[in-house]
């Protein structure tokens, strides 16, 4: 089977559980590199059965690190993916004759959450990420979270998906999420956006509706009426954390 010519890179910090099956899935690869912020784990061993290729950068952010990553990068090729996901071998696939076809310079490509040990039902919405890109038409904007590479020129959409693994439980994605949430809303107020009281109040409903009803959670059963509830719960705690930092940062503070 002949190599892909394109260079992934992973940004990670102790991934023990997870990276194995991530670094599997991309033998197929030129290159392929990790970037690691200070795992004191297995991490960095397991990775060595896969790579030479290990970086250490001490953490500034999701996007920085990404940045970082990709300038590691020796191939104008290039995927990113995140140590708790699986490339499926038809993505890989697809990939490879993309690449033949040189015909647009990005893949947004589903990636398919796999909550509670179980991957999405047939129905369900899938969020789409850009993941495969060139990287002489790409780059990150600064953000602290949900960073996203931007790309300048044609993107197409993917058939085949990347599996995501890192909601295994309630309490790793509502930990995740409260600490998303925290950075999310310091970035709002950094922006200067200011809090608002009806947000406030409709935007758990009407996050509910969207994730359950809009984008198919239901399907999911009571899988998906948990994640659906626990991402309504974030995007509350979203707008809840901007009134709560719009509060510290004013003199007089807001009327309770």
């Given at each position: 089977m002949m190599s892909i010519p394109a260079s992934v890179y992973i940004i990670c910090k102790n991934e023990e559980l997870h990276i194995e099956r991530a670094l599997r899935s991309l033998q197929r690869?030129?290159?392929?590199?990790?970037?690691?912020?200070g795992s004191s784990d297995e991490t960095l061993k397991i990775a060595r059965k896969y790579t030479d290729q290990i970086h250490h950068r001490d953490w500034t952010g999701y996007a920085a690190q990404?940045?970082?990553?990709?300038?590691?990068?020796?191939?104008d090729w290039v995927l990113n993916i995140d140590a708790d996901e699986e490339l499926s071998e038809q993505l890989a696939d697809e990939i490879a004759a993309f690449i033949q076809a040189d015909q647009a310079d990005a893949?947004?490509?589903?990636?398919?959450d796999?909550?509670?040990?179980?991957a999405p039902a047939s129905g369900v919405r899938i969020n789409r990420k850009v993941r495969f890109y060139r990287k002489s038409k790409t780059h990150f904007p600064e953000k602290l979270v949900h960073e996203s590479v931007i790309v300048d020129g044609i993107v197409e959409n993917s058939k085949n998906a990347i599996l995501h693994y890192g909601e295994s439980s309630i309490k790793v994605k509502v930990d995740?999420?409260?600490?998303?949430?925290?950075?999310?809303?310091?970035?709002?107020?950094a922006k200067g956006k200011k809090p608002s009281v009806?947000?406030?109040?409709?935007?758990?409903?009407?996050?509910?509706f969207k994730s359950y009803?809009?984008?198919?959670?239901?399907?999911?059963?009571?899988?998906?009426?948990?994640?659906?509830m626990v991402n309504a719960f974030y995007a509350f705690l979203k707008e809840a954390k901007l009134f709560e930092a719009h509060h510290l940062t004013r003199k007089d503070g807001l009327d309770d």
């Open positions: 690869f030129a290159e392929v590199i990790v970037l690691d912020s990404k940045a970082h990553g990709l300038s590691l990068c020796s191939n893949l947004n490509t589903p990636v398919k796999v909550f509670l040990g179980k995740k999420n409260n600490l998303y949430s925290s950075l999310r809303a310091e970035e709002k107020a009806l947000k406030l109040v409709v935007v758990f409903p009407l996050a509910l009803i809009l984008r198919r959670s239901c399907l999911n059963g009571w899988r998906g009426l948990v994640n659906s």
